[in-house]
């Protein structure tokens, strides 16, 4: 089985300053991970992804995320955030031999402070 | 190329009544997926359509139904409401094939209020 644990619910950040939201996943064949975002009253929008290569994957918005597999975490950073980051942000794993079948945590709310 | 929509954006219905929502693929895509995303909550998977034809559910009961139509548009269907159906339900469509899998796009969701 699969499974997203998103660590903090709520992360404040000054506008300016590093944001790190985390990510750890459960899964028991290779996975691939997926951060969206989601601005009130809207759909999902895909960030960035990991399918296979590189474990650094660059995204919109200047965000990036990294999969280490040995921390099973797939954490999204981005270095200095901007008042329009401020969201609901969603880590979803899926398995490689699936078809989108996303699972998702629960999501965590990015606050930015002027 | 247009983009995933889904129709209604807003519903409100009684406890015991049946709903039915919709949502148009993304052009070119063959696959549909349902999800429900409880107030403050993650998405959840409802069920995947590939092809006219299930392809996978998740952990919700039969009054959750779902239809593809040869267009590859999709339908919704819950039958006899529960309060706790209160969501915004997410339609997503991808292109689905051997050894080509695209991402997954989202719709803007419908947001349905049981009372």
């Known amino acids: 089985a699969q499974s997203v644990t998103q660590l903090g619910s709520h992360v404040s950040v000054s506008e300016g300053a590093l944001v790190l939201l985390r990510c750890n996943y459960s899964?028991?064949?290779?996975?691939?991970l997926f951060w969206y975002v989601q601005y009130p009253n809207q759909g999902l929008q895909l960030l960035l992804k990991?399918?296979?290569?590189?474990?650094l994957v660059k995204g919109i918005n200047g965000f990036e995320a990294e999969f280490k597999k040995s921390e099973t975490s797939f954490h999204l950073t981005k270095p200095s955030a901007h008042m329009s980051d401020a969201a609901e942000y969603f880590c979803?794993?899926?398995?490689?031999?699936?078809?989108?079948?996303?699972?998702f945590g629960s999501g965590t709310r990015l606050l930015v402070r002027p | 190329e247009t983009g995933v929509t889904q129709s209604p954006t807003h519903l409100i219905k009684t406890r015991g009544q049946q709903v039915t929502l919709r949502c148009s693929s993304q052009s070119g895509h063959n696959t549909v997926s349902w999800y429900q995303q409880a107030l403050g909550q993650g998405p959840q998977f409802i069920f995947q359509y590939y092809r006219e034809e299930e392809n996978g559910r998740g952990n919700f009961p039969p009054r959750f139904s779902g239809l593809q139509f040869p267009n590859y548009s999709s339908e919704l269907n819950v039958n006899a409401l529960e309060l706790d159906d209160s969501a915004l339900y997410l339609c997503a469509s991808s292109l689905e094939g051997q050894g080509m899998n695209t991402e997954a796009f989202f719709g803007q969701g419908t947001r349905l209020t049981v009372v």
């Open positions: 990991y399918t296979t290569g590189a474990t």
């Open positions: 979803a794993v899926t398995r490689m031999d699936s078809s989108y079948k996303l699972i």
């Open positions: 899964s028991s064949v290779p996975p691939y």
